[in-house]
């Protein structure tokens, strides 16, 4: 069959969304781009006389990083083309080697466990909290004493604050616990590049002694998807092993469009004033009454970032609310099993965000929608497990060319996972490679499966088979 290279599927799939007239409640910051417009195309240059180079900045990146630094307060700044995923593997590959014992908390974005495998580390995973809703709320400052006591000469811990949820927790504390043995701290705070706006938004990790922070300035910021930054926070970091690592990582072509919006969005952030902030606040809180008066049944829970807002419909599946929402054209930024998320935008002065249409929408897809009686099973909470840290069944060296094998999900209990599985988004793998398959771990997957969720990795899912170590 001849192709038809006069196609362009993927801008014509963009076109056709962008016709339904779409609301953003979900990253990228600049919202359908409301808050950032541009003749993009003209941006699209490479590395031209007076334009620089991202692996050997000296002119404009230089000082536009510059600035980046003295936005955040790092000692360091760094443009990411390749967003946070470049920035933790760069940040784990710098700071360990082979043999090193790495803290991760299980509810880690799989780029930090690919970090890991790429350093050769050995993770010991820190178990976190969930709440009812299934949303991770953090790890124990008595879940990282006890897995010091066991691993005295661990080198590195990565921390993921705040959730992609929006929820916080004591990480100051956590740091400084680490910093006491030594161990550098490394935070994966994509989700945290707004939170240098200050109060009442929740502190930085930067703020309480983080060495490295990783930030995804798509995610609130007004960047263009993939636009990330990496900071260094602390001398104990070295510097040239995490620059080496960068160039290696990251793309020789680097996307001047996503830089630009990289810079763009460092202006946005460093001239948002209190008055913005404010203004922005209160523009939320309308929006959330209103909402909390839409349906008995629609339920609203704020988490600490008060930019993230969780829609729960009792009587329906959160991937039943979203399947609402979307057919009046809002679109959350993620649906679990139980709820929704929504993403609200970092408006300043100068901007606006269409929160009256959104709110007419939002009536129309749930207003008058005749609930059931909530028919959720208990089995969709979620509970943490009973250890406070635990560790891989099989070192990445002993899964290097092991024998794997397709079983049915139910054969698979017990067995060593050959495969990471993971909903996404979040991106937080249920299953990882050289990891003891659990009776809760099926459990959660299988109320993903039930709801048809997008499930990347290694799996047979569609024929309801998992891939084992023999």
Same mark, same amino acid.
């Given at each position: 069959m001849t192709l038809d290279h006069r196609r362009t599927p993927l801008i014509e799939a963009i076109e056709r969304h962008r016709s339904r007239e779409p609301v953003s409640f979900h990253v990228p910051g600049h919202k359908n781009g409301l808050l950032a417009g541009s003749q993009l195309y003209e941006y699209d240059l490479t590395e031209l006389t007076g334009l620089d180079d991202l692996h050997d900045p000296g002119e404009a990146i230089a000082e536009a990083e510059e600035l980046l630094r003295d936005v955040y307060g790092s000692l360091k700044s760094y443009f990411l083309v390749n967003g946070s995923t470049v920035g933790n593997m760069a940040a784990l590959l710098a700071s360990c080697s082979q043999g090193d014992v790495v803290f991760v908390q299980r509810n880690c974005h799989k780029s930090v466990l690919n970090g890991i495998r790429l350093a050769k580390a050995v993770p010991v995973f820190i178990e976190t909290e969930f709440n009812e809703e299934g949303s991770a709320l953090g790890i124990r400052l008595d879940g990282v004493k006890e897995a010091l006591k066991a691993y005295p000469h661990v080198k590195a811990c990565v921390l993921t604050f705040p959730t992609y949820y929006g929820f916080t927790y004591h990480i100051g504390e956590i740091i400084e616990e680490l910093h006491k043995e030594d161990v550098l701290c490394i935070v994966d705070e994509a989700h945290g590049a707004h939170l240098a706006v200050g109060s009442p938004f929740p502190r930085s990790s930067m703020e309480v002694g983080a060495d490295i922070v990783v930030h995804s300035a798509h995610k609130m910021l007004p960047a263009m998807t993939m636009g990330s930054y990496l900071h260094i926070n602390s001398p104990r970091v070295n510097e040239r092993r995490v620059s080496d690592y960068l160039s290696m990582l990251q793309s020789s072509s680097p996307s001047y469009p996503i830089m630009a919006s990289l810079d763009g969005a460092r202006s946005y952030i460093g001239t948002f004033t209190k008055e913005d902030l404010n203004e922005n606040l209160k523009e939320v809180s309308r929006f959330v009454q209103v909402i909390e008066g839409i349906h008995p049944q629609l339920k609203v829970k704020r988490p600490n970032d008060p930019l993230k807002l969780l829609l729960k419909l009792e009587g329906r599946t959160g991937y039943d609310l979203q399947r609402l929402l979307e057919s009046e054209g809002i679109y959350p *930024? +993620?649906?679990?099993? /139980?709820?929704? $998320? $929504?993403?609200?935008?970092?408006? @300043? @002065? /100068?901007?606006?965000?269409?929160? #009256?249409?959104? $709110? *007419? %929408?939002? %009536? %129309?897809?749930?207003?008058? *929608? #005749?609930? $059931? #009686?909530?028919? +959720?099973? #208990? *089995?969709i909470k979620y509970d943490s497990r009973e250890a406070l840290f635990s560790t891989l069944a099989l070192s990445f060296e002993e899964m290097d060319g092991r024998e794997e094998v397709l079983v049915s999900v139910e054969e698979a209990e017990g067995k060593i996972s050959a495969g990471m599985v993971i909903p996404y988004p979040p991106g937080i793998p249920i299953l990882v490679p050289g990891e003891r398959i659990t009776p809760g771990a099926l459990k959660r997957l299988q109320i993903y499966v039930d709801n048809h969720a997008s499930i990347q990795g290694h799996h047979r899912l569609g024929e309801n088979g998992l891939y084992v170590y023999r």
């Open positions: *930024e +993620l649906a679990d099993p /139980g709820q929704v $998320l $929504l993403i609200l935008p970092l408006v @300043k @002065k /100068g901007h606006s965000f269409p929160y #009256d249409e959104a $709110l *007419e %929408r939002i %009536r %129309r897809a749930v207003g008058n *929608e #005749d609930m $059931l #009686d909530v028919i +959720l099973p #208990d *089995e």
